[in-house]
Nanobody, 122 residues
């Protein structure tokens, strides 16, 4: 079993920045990929970003390209989501996920964190 613990959410004004962190208890062949997803009230969970632990594969959802950056610290088993130029529409609960393949679909991720709230005020 793999535990994922997110941190770094909070309230920020539009145009501000936040960095989310996700610490994994361990890495296995089933957790070669790390992803960030988000879910706004009344909406389905959607893909935000994904990365391989080696860093050679990354994906970003179109609406966050140029504003968000995903990165890893292998020594700490931690993945980060740096969020700049935040917009009110970025408001959601953000979830960290781990899976075997770097993809954008929720069903391919086996392990999930508890989520962290990000609220962007206008």
């Amino acid at each position: 079993q793999v535990q994922l613990v997110e941190s770094g959410g909070g309230l920020v004004q539009a145009g501000g920045s936040l960095t989310l962190s996700c610490a994994a208890s361990r890495r296995t062949f089933r957790t070669r990929a790390m992803g960030w997803f988000r879910q706004a009230p009344g909406k389905e969970r959607e893909f935000v970003a994904a990365i391989s632990w080696s860093g050679d594969i990354t994906y970003l959802e179109d609406s966050v390209k140029g504003r968000f950056t995903i990165s890893t610290d292998n020594a700490k088993n931690t993945v980060y989501l740096q969020m700049n130029s935040l917009k009110p529409e970025d408001t959601a609960v953000y979830y960290c996920a781990a899976g075997g393949v770097v993809v954008t679909t929720t069903s391919e991720y086996d392990y999930w964190g508890q989520g962290t709230q990000v609220t962007v005020s206008s």
